[in-house]
């Protein structure tokens, strides 16, 4: 009974062993970003307008060879601008930044369309709020998100587990944009 309970904990140990710890995964996620911006000077460009969007927006794609390792899509509305940056490892998404500037007011309210319209306040630029959303992938599965406050978005919420297939079909969207021009 002593040698099994032994084997038990045995194996259990190396199962532990085995299993990819968070933090270890993060750092690796981290440390494959960091390369890929340091290289991008060597990777070869593909970029297109983005003509889908209602207001502009341009993607851009940084490749080695024929491997895409980041893809930058910019978006320009009337209401906010957003940049998102898509890093990928061995064709798989490993990491989203999105950055986000909501705007106080549309950019087509100007201080006359206010006036006009008895309002004091119209679109102001230094009003501009940014937020800025971090995602990290493992095997094309959210496996951390911080939010806008530099906060950690608890994984049992709802929001969650719907962010994962919008991220994931997010940069399909942009890979297919890319690859169509």
């Known amino acids: 009974m002593k040698r099994l309970l032994t084997l038990v904990f045995v194996l259990g140990l190396s199962v532990a ?12 996620i ?24 209602k207001g502009n927006g341009v993607v851009t794609g940084y490749y080695r060879d024929d491997e895409v390792r980041k ?3 910019e ?29 106080n007011k ?4 100007t201080e006359e369309v206010a006036r006009f319209q008895g309002d004091s306040v119209w679109y102001d630029d230094s009003k501009t709020k940014l ?6 992938l493992d095997d094309n599965k959210l496996i951390k998100w911080t939010g806008p406050n530099d906060g ?13 297939p919008l991220l994931l079909a997010h940069a ?3 890979l297919k944009k890319l690859k169509t021009e």
């Not at 320009?76 to 890093?87: G, S």
């Not at 950690?152 to 994962?164: L, M, R, S, Y």
């Open 75 to 103: 978006e320009y509305e009337d209401e906010r601008r957003t940049f998102t940056e898509y890093y990928f490892d061995g064709g798989e998404l490993i990491y989203v930044v999105s950055q986000d500037y909501v705007y």
């Open 71 to 73: 893809v930058i899509t």
């Open 131 to 136: 937020e800025v959303n971090k995602y990290y």
């Open 106 to 109: 549309p950019m087509s309210y």
């Open 30 to 53: 981290k440390e494959t970003r960091d390369k890929i911006n340091s290289k991008l000077k060597d990777y070869s460009i593909r970029k297109v307008d983005d003509i889908v969007l």
């Open 152 to 164: 950690d978005v608890p994984v049992n919420i709802a929001g969650f587990t719907q962010k994962e």
């Open 17 to 28: 062993a085995c299993k990819k710890k968070q933090e270890d995964i993060l750092s690796t």
């Open 172 to 174: 399909l969207m942009a």
